[in-house]
């Protein structure tokens, strides 16, 4: 901890830390599960601890929670996905959210359903530890990690290593000034998103033909979006453990904790440079890195490799789009036993991975066996040949369930997701985010069109004083992109009314789709080369049409 960080100068949440530890909260939460009292709870408990476990207050606030489970780089065994559902069907009405950091949300549970379900978890492997507050958080990858045949290097051992390294650390990482995210893989397009995270770390071949990683630090989204700082290196996949370590020490050593919403690694990095921030890593590690000018930002685009695909071993992933991230109890189950009965061997057992796009894969299909999987696949209403905008169009949870955001966002965006299936042909990859709040869970300032809540004023509705009803919004952000050239992206309209964004998305998208160059244009090139008025005019137009009808439930 820094000089200037001495106790007059902390935010709150830091004295609360001093006080008790967040990791030391765990005996506490579990005894408070059994006695299945929630006016027994301590207030700071409760609103801050709780979260290192994974547990967070959600709406309605009194006597439900949301818990997030802890799986690095999404990576799931059948038994531990029908675990998974089967609590859900228990303890969370039935349901669950894949998040766009690969893990899996339940909502809806109560104090004295949380140690049953971490006793539930626990037998299969699983737990929350560290799933949320000031700590790191899960570990990100490629979910084709391992078996995909172009991959540059295999991260799949790798991501567990080092999140297992954190979370045998303890206290060690329990108190960073801010959560901390870790993003590593190896596949050709970079899928993982390492510009976006505290560490990138992507895989990097060599002139020689040497295999490795490049090495990004200081990234993230929310109010203040910075991509992360190429620290201009070439990594062995040994050091990787290491230098994660080194990162998450200077962090914890150097990060701010003054100023909370200053408090994430992004900013120190911004202030001091990249120069800086390597350096530090080095002294931690004791040793120079290998520098090379060559290796700054991976050439990244949008995907999670939906579809169906052949592996590096011959066999076959099979990629199965969930709406908006939200499944049933009975879909989790059902794709685990459908993974059983038609992936994997007896020596090798099938594997199941989550996407960043809130989707699932099913691993290891023989070639003979990847029909009949998608004939049940499409019986359990689960299809994998599903339109495109259903592989990439996610939503955090919105007013349903959280405290920060302004507008509902999963509702809507599975109304607009079917909406635009039935009215617009998509016939190319468009990454569509509806996010309630600025804090960027559903990623909207790299999405192709990014939609962040708000309110506004709708004219056609009037309140009790005969004025324009107040009504909940979006603004309107494109132009983004990742990449060897990343690009957040900018606010084109403002205060659209949310119940006709539907048909903004479909004016933007049928204009694109008759003035794009060719196929092989992208969208971002298309907007980068249209005039902001036009595209606002695309956004708003529609929607003050007269006929201009809402979407509604």
């Known amino acids: 901890m820094t000089d200037q960080d001495d106790d007059k100068n902390l935010n709150k949440v830091e004295l609360l830390k001093r006080e008790k530890d967040g990791f030391d909260v765990l005996k506490d939460l579990l005894r408070y599960s059994e006695q299945g009292d929630f006016d027994a709870i301590e207030a700071n408990d409760l609103a801050i601890r709780f979260r290192w476990f994974g547990v967070y207050q959600q709406k309605p606030n009194v006597g439900h929670f949301m818990l ?177 370590r080194a990162i998450a020490i200077l962090f914890r050593e150097h990060g701010y904790r003054k100023t909370r919403t200053r408090a994430r690694l992004k900013f120190l990095v911004a202030d001091e440079g990249w120069e800086w921030t390597r350096g530090k890593i080095e002294e931690i590690l004791g040793y120079s890195l290998e520098h090379d000018d060559s290796i700054l930002h991976p050439d990244a685009i949008h995907s999670d490799h939906m579809g169906i695909g052949e592996q590096k071993d011959g066999n076959f992933y099979v990629g199965i789009p969930i709406e908006r991230g939200r499944w049933t109890a009975r879909n989790m189950i059902a794709i685990a036993d459908l993974a059983e009965r038609f992936a994997g061997s007896p020596d090798k057992p099938a594997r199941i991975r989550l996407t960043g796009k809130q989707n699932v894969l099913i691993l290891d299909v023989p070639k003979a066996k990847v029909d009949d999987l998608v004939k049940e696949l499409d019986s359990a209403g689960l299809p994998p040949h599903a339109p495109a905008v259903r592989r990439s169009l996610i939503s955090c949870t919105g007013t349903e369930f959280c405290n920060l955001a302004v507008v509902e966002t999963k509702h809507r965006g599975g109304r607009v997701l079917r909406w635009l299936e039935e009215h617009t042909d998509i016939d190319f990859p468009l990454f569509i985010s509806f996010t309630g709040c600025p804090n960027a869970c559903a990623q909207f300032q790299i999405a192709d069109i990014g939609l962040t809540g708000t309110m506004t004023k709708d004219p056609a509705k009037l309140d009790e004083k005969g004025r324009p009803a107040k009504v909940e919004g979006y603004n309107v952000l494109l132009g983004a992109g990742i990449g060897a050239n990343p690009v957040f992206g900018e606010v084109i309209a403002k205060q659209v009314i949310a119940d006709k964004i539907h048909l903004s998305l479909k004016s933007l998208v049928d204009a694109y789709r008759k003035q794009r160059v060719d196929e092989d244009e992208s969208f971002q090139s298309w907007v980068a080369r249209s005039e902001p008025e036009d595209l606002r005019k695309l956004i708003l137009d529609p929607t003050l049409e007269p006929a201009a009808e809402p979407l509604l439930a």
């Open 68 to 244: 997030r489970i802890k799986i690095p780089g999404g990576q799931l065994s059948p038994a531990q996905l029908r675990r998974i559902g089967e609590l859900a069907d228990r303890h969370a009405r039935g349901f669950s959210d894949i998040t766009t950091r690969q893990t899996i949300q339940f909502h809806w549970l109560t104090i004295g359903d949380l140690k049953p379900v971490f006793d539930s978890l626990a037998e299969i492997g699983l737990n929350s530890q560290f799933a949320c507050g000031d700590t790191p958080r899960n570990v990100v990858s490629c979910p084709l990690a391992g078996v995909l045949k172009d991959e540059i290097i295999d991260s799949s051992a790798l991501v567990r290593e080092v999140s297992a390294m954190f979370e045998a650390g303890g206290r060690e990482f329990s108190n960073l000034p801010r959560k901390f995210k870790t993003s590593i893989g190896g596949c050709d397009i970079h899928c993982h998103q390492p510009q976006i995270n505290d560490i990138g770390i992507f895989g990097v071949k060599r002139k020689d033909g040497e295999v490795g990683y490049g090495l990004l630090v200081g990234g993230g989204l929310s109010r203040a979006p910075h991509f992360g700082q190429p620290m201009r290196v070439f990594l062995k996949p040994g050091q990787v453990p290491e230098v994660c």
